[in-house]
């Protein structure tokens, strides 16, 4: 039977600024992120998210589509509109993101009408994945119902994936923050950590946040340094696995989503988990060899069942 594969979040509309003023349109979104390397990767996968339905919802969608990514659990809200984002560039290159996503359609995926629907299809798929950023669109009563439906994934075999993206503006204060994400790491089943997020959010305590998971749950550390390692614990192992050069880091966007997307990819082909990190940076590494989140199909390493080392 096909793996399925559920990725929670939200998708928004992006705008670069070009010189002139005028703004080139492209859309954007970490779990999206995650789900289209799923795809490409031969990796049976659902985006869940609300969109509104107006014409950039729909073409959304159908770019969506186009990569593979199924868009049944797709919810339409009448009347209501994606998020959206200007990248704007100053004269030494810096970027700067300016946000209109307080009333984006993706925040009320587990409210209203239809919630009830999403939470049971959820509650079907083999592994849902959902990052730090996801918990922050939903408020509180959002994340409960998120809670009870990975306990109701839990319940039926699947499993639950959670990716510490931190963000925090998407936060009204630090303590929502720390609270969410600590009840996402004792709910997941694997957790990708970046230790730059850890301590942000918790200070020189972040690692420990995470590591007194090690033995219960499947956990990949990433750090920093160039180039980076990770730290993977699983079932009793604990090792690190460096990523190999990269000869030039055009753009790090989507590093870390392309990342979990190839190491969930070998896992679920079966390959043991630090052969799984191992993907991950091979396919991470091409990702920051190419400006923008989304690489050419033509520049994608070879699916994971297909590899060796
Ligand atoms: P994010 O901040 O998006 O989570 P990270 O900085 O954690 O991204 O990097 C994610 C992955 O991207 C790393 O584990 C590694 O595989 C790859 N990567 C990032 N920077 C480099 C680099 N300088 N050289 C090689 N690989 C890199």
Redesign the pocket.
């Known amino acids: 039977m096909t793996t399925r594969v559920a990725c929670i979040g939200e998708c928004m509309m992006e705008l670069s600024e070009r010189p002139d003023g005028s703004l080139l349109r492209g859309y954007g979104g970490?779990t999206l992120n995650t789900a289209l390397y799923l795809a490409r990767l031969g990796v049976a996968v659902d985006y869940v998210t609300a969109l509104g339905d107006d014409p950039w919802s729909e073409e959304m969608r159908a770019a969506w589509a186009a990569e593979g990514i199924g868009t049944d659990r797709v919810r339409r809200l009448p009347g209501r509109m994606p998020g959206l984002y200007i990248i704007r560039t100053d004269g030494s290159g810096e970027r700067s993101f300016h946000y209109w996503r307080d009333s984006a359609a993706a925040r009320d995926l587990f409210s209203g009408p239809g919630a009830a629907e999403t939470r049971a299809a959820l509650a079907g798929y083999d592994l849902v994945y959902a990052s730090g950023i996801s918990l922050s669109l939903y408020g509180e009563d959002g994340r409960a119902a998120l809670a009870e439906t990975f306990r109701a994934v839990q319940a039926k075999g699947g499993r639950v994936a959670f990716?510490t993206?931190y963000r925090p503006r998407g936060w009204p204060d630090k303590i929502k923050a720390q609270e969410a994400f600590r009840a996402a790491m004792a709910a997941a089943d694997l957790i990708?950590a970046?230790?730059?997020?850890l301590e942000w959010l918790y200070g020189p305590e972040g690692e420990a946040e995470v590591l007194r998971h090690r033995g219960r749950c499947e956990i990949v550390l990433?750090?920093?340094?160039?180039?980076?390692?990770?730290r993977v614990l699983a079932g009793g192992d604990d090792v690190r696995v460096t990523?190999?050069?990269?000869a030039s880091?055009v753009d790090?966007?989507?590093?870390?989503?392309?990342?979990?997307a190839a190491y969930m990819a070998a896992r679920l082909a079966g390959q043991p988990p630090a052969e799984a990190?191992r993907h991950?940076?091979?396919?991470?590494?091409a990702?920051?060899g190419h400006r923008g989140a989304v690489i050419p199909r033509a520049a994608m390493p070879a699916l994971p069942s297909h590899q060796d080392d």
């Open positions: 970490d990716d993206n990708f970046s230790t730059e997020d990433k750090g920093s340094g160039s180039p980076p390692a990770v990523a190999s050069p990269v880091v790090t966007t989507a590093a870390g989503d392309s990342f979990a990190a991950g940076h091979r396919l991470a590494g990702v920051i």
